[in-house]
Each structure stands twice: as C-alpha cells, then as structure tokens.
C-alpha cells in the first residue's frame, strides 16, 4: 500500500452516453508547449504518462490502467518515479490510474515535468512525493464530459456528476489535507497553480528546479504530425465541437484523397481538408 496509507478512490459505472474530453484550454496550452522526458534516460523503474488520459482511438495514443498496471507488474515491488505531463482526459481511467499506484507497495515519487491538469491531477495525488519542475503547473476542476439524452438524462447526469466531484474531492483532500469548502472552492473555479502555490496547498511537497527541470529541457520533441494533429484538435475543442464529432472530423479527413503539400502530408492530414477544417474554426 502507499507510504501515505492513501485511501482508495471511490469507483463508478462509466454512463452509457458519457463522452470524455479534456478542457478545451488546457489542451491548447498542452498542445502548443509539449514537454516530454528523455525516454534514454528513463530507469526500468520509471513510468511516463505524456499524454492524454485515456485511450484516445484516432491516434492510437492516450494513457490507460491496463497500460500503468503491466508496467506496475513488470517493475515489481520497487521504488517507482512516475513523471507526468497531460492535460487530463478520461475521469475514470484517472482514477484507475490513481488507485493503482496507491496500492504499490513501495515508493512512490511523482515528478511533473509539464501540465498535471484535470484527471492527471488526480493522478499525482497517488505519489508519497511530489515534486513540480519550474514552470510545470497543477489544474483541478469539477468533473468535465459530456452526456447526450433527454431531459431525464440531463437531471440523472447532474446528480451522477455530483457524485463524481464528490470522490475527486476526496482524493485531493486525503492528499492536501486541505478543508473539503476550500477544496471545492479551487475546483469550482479550475484553478491553475504553479508549483509554488501548488506546495502552499498541500498539492505537491517540493520545487525541483534543477533536476526535474534539466530532464524537461533535455526532452526528444513530439513527432509533428502528432503535434500538428494535436493543435487541430484543440483548436476544435475551443470552439465547442464534442471530442466524438471531432474524431469522426478526423476520420473523414482520413479518407480523402485530395493533393496534399509537404508539410500536410507529414502531418498525415490533406491540404484541402485543412482548409475545411480552417474553416470550420472560423465559422
């Protein structure tokens, strides 16, 4: 069990009309200024999560339980560093995540190299120490999706989402040991803070400027394809277009065949599409 005798994280049934996303602002930040950890350096002991919470099926990419819990069993029950940068995601499989590095059996340290926001906050409320490199920053908020129905549905999805808060508040309370008004107070405002603030509340235990820091800087870049689709799709999401609608966006865009210049095709997207997709932005 954890060093902090954490207590587990309550666990729900995923609703049958919920759809996932991380906050649309949060995913533009993320997208524009990746940071990620020298994958040469990495010890076997070392487990990155860099990207979004959650199978993301249009990419091939994305963050899952299954995916922490063989790397846990392939580790052993050694000391673990668990390095972070992702603008969140998926809820539940955050919360996967997080009772599953509770349950390790030694040490757990969690470094954030970038953004800790949303469900990878929740992730990093599992580590026995947290440490933030400069200019990385913590964002905690309500529970963010979307749920598609009638007006039923809309009233069950309020009560279900009340209960949602209610759980990630009591991780983060068990970990700050903040009181619950002021917990919910910096999630009902999606509150960003850099790490010193983040230390002052009990959300991380130290400011690793050298370290931590080095390794962000050190980081390989994000292949541009992976970057330039990852802009489109924030840059979709501010403009309130669903994750599913954006990913049937992308799947259409797939199946063009529409000339294409050098720099769309290393991104694997058309010139014309693009154009469409420009100019959906804009309407």
Do not use: C
């Not at 487990?47 to 819990?69: C, F, K, M, P, Q």
């Not at 992308?250 to 095709?265: C, E, P, S, V």
């Amino acid at each position: 069990m954890s060093l902090r005798k954490l207590p587990e994280a309550r666990t729900f049934p995923r609703p049958q009309n919920y759809q996932w996303d991380a906050p649309s602002d949060v995913l533009t930040k993320w997208a524009d200024h990746p940071l990620a950890a020298a994958t040469g350096a990495d010890a076997d002991t070392t487990i990155s999560i860099l990207d979004i919470i959650g199978e993301d099926y249009w990419s091939g990419t994305g963050v899952t339980a299954n995916r922490i819990s063989a790397a846990l069993r392939s580790i052993g029950n050694q000391d673990i560093v668990v390095r972070i940068n992702s603008p969140g995601g998926d809820m539940f499989e955050g919360i996967a995540i997080y009772n599953l590095l509770r349950a390790h059996p030694a040490k757990v340290t969690v470094e954030v190299l970038g953004w800790a926001a949303s469900a990878a906050s929740i992730i990093a409320m599992a580590g026995d120490e947290i440490r933030m490199g400069l200019g990385s920053f913590m964002m905690v908020h309500n529970a963010w999706g979307m749920v598609i129905g009638n007006r039923h549905d809309m009233r069950e999805a309020a009560i279900l989402f009340d209960q949602f808060d209610a759980a990630i508040a009591d991780i983060y309370q068990a970990r700050t040991g903040m009181k619950r008004a002021e917990i919910q107070r910096l999630m009902d405002a999606e509150t960003f803070m850099a790490p010193a603030q983040a230390v002052e509340y009990g959300f991380a235990d130290a400011v690793d400027d050298s370290e931590i820091q080095a390794k962000a800087n050190a980081s390989a870049q994000v292949r541009p394809e992976i970057r330039a689709k990852r802009r489109i799709d924030a840059a979709l999401a501010q403009q309130g277009i669903s994750r599913s609608e954006r990913r049937k966006m992308f799947y259409q865009i797939a199946g063009t065949h529409d000339a294409a210049d050098t720099a769309m095709q290393d991104a694997g997207i058309p010139t014309a599409a693009m154009q469409r997709l420009i100019q959906t932005i804009r309407s």
